[in-house]
């Protein structure tokens, strides 16, 4: 099993990343976590470009990536009250083509750090309705992770409980994945 991780902070050493990083851990062992790492090359969206003579090929690999996934995990920093451009735009390519979409039906969950003490709240509750509106089968609980400039230590959450919340999501993601399989 495959779980895609979508990280919105463009920063390799981001909080967000390392986020993404410990809900990598937290997977059960059975569980890969394989980070997409070249949204920052991903053009913005053109129905000019979404067609086989024009697709840029990091389109398709993040389209095959998505359709190769057995779930997606979205990483959302927050920007101006928002989800950052990244991420979006990563959304919008794998939702296209309507009703075909590598998005569709996936099992999906969203978590998201910040350096303010809402968490990235406004990014998460978008993350989960672009998520859920491209087609996605998204979890509606998220983990959000305050003050993020203070909250790892060594690539971990220092707060267990937080840490514990985390891991909870990420294991109902691959259970989510589980029931979804079972029920093909």
Known sequence: MNVLVLVGSLR???TNRQLADAAVTHLPETVEGTVFARLADLPHYSEELDHDDALPEVARDLR?????ADALLLVTPEYNGSMPSALKNAVDWVSRPRGAAAIAGKPAAVVGASGSP?????AREEGVRVLTVAGADVIDDTVGVGASFQAFEDGRLTDTELDAQLRDLVGRLAREVEVARAAA
């Open 12 to 14: 390799a050493a981001s």
């Open 64 to 68: 095959e990536a998505v359709a190769d």
């Open 118 to 122: 809402r968490a990235a709240q406004w």
